[in-house]
C-alpha cells in the first residue's frame, strides 16, 4: 500500500508539472487541448461520474467592515427581486466641538463616492435615509440578515438617477463622480442644538448621541440596480452647512475604518424569482439535473454531491491526473447580468462547517473557479480530493458548496446548466492512469 500511494503521489506531481509547464507555452497548451487525453502518456478519460446538484437558499453572510456597501434595488427577471441597504456610524474630525455663537443651520448633506453598479442604471431610485437607533459596535459581527432600530422619519426621500461620468463641483472644487444629496434640516439642527456640550466632547460620547445612519433606496417594481459605494473614501462625509453671528462654516462628520458598518440585504424570500428557481429553493432538488442558481449578497448557492465517486475503485488501481468540475453558463439568460468573476467551491465538513479542498493549496492558478468570457465556464481542479477519497477507501460524501466569490461586496448572479442536460452538463472529467 506504502509503494501504491508514492505511485499515486508521483503521478499526480508529474501531472503538476506538465499542467504548469504547458499552461505558460501557448503552443503546447493548444497540442494538449487537440490530442485526446487517452493519448498522453497513456492516461484514461471519464466523464461519466453521477453528480446530484441542486440550488438551496443562502441565509445570510457576514458583511461588516467589507472593502464596498451595497445600495439599491433591483428587479432581477430571473432571480426576483433584491434590496441592499448600509448601516454606519459616523465620527468627529475634532473634538470639543462648537459651532459659535447662536448657530443656524442651513443645509446638511450626505456624500457617498460611487465605486460601481450591478444592473440598469437608466432606472430612477429614490433614496432612502433614516437614523439608527440601535447601538452599533465596532467589535460585533453583523450579517445580511441583520436589522437595526430606526427613526422613522426619513431624511432623504430624494430620487436621482447615478451618474458615473460627470464630476461634482462643490463650491470651486470639482470631485470625481459621487452621489450628494440634501438631507433634511432636522438632522443638522440635532448637531447645532448639541454644540459645545458633552454630546459633541469626543467620539465615544457622539456615538452614544448619533448612532449613525441607515441608507436605502425605495424598491423598484422593474429594472433597478445595486449601487457600490466606497464608504472610506475622503469623499463619502456628512456635511453640515451652517452660520453663525460671525462666520459661515461647515463641519464634516466622517466614516472611517473604525466605524461600524455593514451591508443588509433582502431577496424578499424568491417571492418574485422565476417558478423553477422557487421550486428549487423549495426542496424540488430533481430540477438541479437541467438548471442550477446561484447569486451573491446572500442569495442562492449550489449543491454538489457525488455520490459513487468511489465506483472508480472498480477501475483498478488509478492515479487521478486530473479531475476538474466544469460548469456551464446559460447564455440565454446573461442578458443584462454579467456572471460573477469568478466562484468558490468549499467542502462541507460532517460538523456542517466549510473548508477548502486539498487542491486549494497548488494555487488559485491551478485550483480555477474564474469565469471565461470565450467558454462561458467555470472550471474547478479537484483532483487530490478525489484521490484522497479512493486511497481512503470511504467518502462520507456532505457535499461542496458553490458560492460567488466576494458576495458580501458583489450583486452578481448566474444560471448554470445541470447535470443532465443535452449538451454542455455540469460533469466531472477525470483524467487517470492505471498502475499495475
Known sequence: MKNFRIKIRLAFLLFLFIYFITSCNKNEELGLNIQPPEDIMGVNFIDTIPLIAYTVYEDSIRTDEVTYNLIGSCADPIFGLTNAGAYSQFKLTTTAVNFGNNPVCDSVVLSLAYQGFYGDTSTTLTLNVFEISDDMDIDKNYYSNDVLGVYKNNLANVSFKPNFKDSVQVGSTKYAPHLRVKLKNSLGQKFINASGSSDLADNTNFL???KGLYISTKQVSSG?????????????????????????????FIIDATCARYNSFDHKNFSSADPLLKQQISGDTILGDSVLYVQ????????????????????????INKAELVLKVDENAIGAYAPPEKLILSKINPDGTLSFLTDYAYGDAYYGGSYSSTTKEYRFNIGQHVQDALLKGSFD????????SGGAVKSNRAVLKGNKTSQDNLRLEIIYTKID
Not at 296 to 319: C, E, Q, S, V, Y
Open 224 to 252: 433597478g440596480a445595486i449601487l457600490y459605494f466606497n464608504f472610506l473614501s475622503s469623499i463619502t462625509k456628512l456635511s453640515l452647512y451652517y452660520h453663525n453671528d460671525e462666520d459661515t462654516a461647515a463641519y464634516n
Open 296 to 319: 451573491a449578497m446572500a442569495g442562492t448557492k449550489i449543491k454538489i454531491r457525488f455520490p459513487d465517486i468511489l465506483g472508480l475503485n472498480n477501475l483498478g488501481k488509478i492515479a
Open 208 to 210: 452614544k448621541f448619533f
Open 397 to 404: 460524501d456532505k457535499g461542496l458548496y458553490l458560492v460567488v
